[in-house]
């Protein structure tokens, strides 16, 4: 109970889903591009590296949208693949407790033009380091 008062008191202090709008297009030279190592198997289109500002590499496992886990504390980009095969990120956030909330609100907005993807990254363990590399990845976009 002294929790919830805590929580009550201190609004900052409670953990809501973050799903940014951010619409900005990345180079995919440059910023998104397949893996190498799976270059020719099954596996390659299930997977994509995008580079932050920092130059630093994040490999994230790509979902249709009926097919998309809601998976906590993840990072989760919605990306609309345009014919020429250039990838626009829609949206990029941390799923957080909830992620069927952030998923659902994130994908109502995208528009329907074009073929969606949705790009998760599973593999930062903390809300510090989700929340760096939505950033690395946000100045990429905006760079």
């Known amino acids: 109970m002294l929790a919830l008062h ?6 900052r202090a409670q953990s809501a889903p973050e ?8 180079r995919p030279a440059r ?6 190592a799976l270059a020719g198997e099954a596996l390659a ?3 994509r590296s995008w580079r932050g500002a920092s130059g630093r590499r ?8 009926q097919s998309c886990p809601a998976y906590e504390h993840v990072v989760a980009m919605i990306v609309r693949r345009d014919p020429d095969g250039e990838r626009r990120i829609m949206f990029i956030g941390d799923t ?3 992620p069927e909330l952030a ?3 994130a994908a109502k907005e995208i528009p329907v ?7 998760l990254h599973m593999l930062a363990t903390s809300r510090a380091e989700r929340n760096a590399m939505i950033a690395d990845l946000a100045q990429a976009g905006r760079s």
């Open 6 to 11: 805590e929580q009550l008191a201190h609004p």
């Open 19 to 26: 799903v940014q709008p951010i619409g900005w297009t990345l």
């Open 31 to 36: 910023s998104s591009a397949p893996l190498r």
């Open 45 to 47: 289109a299930r997977f």
């Open 58 to 65: 994040y490999i994230f496992s790509i979902f249709d949208r």
């Open 96 to 98: 957080g407790c909830f």
């Open 103 to 105: 998923l659902a609100r």
């Open 113 to 119: 033009a074009g073929e969606i993807e949705f790009h």
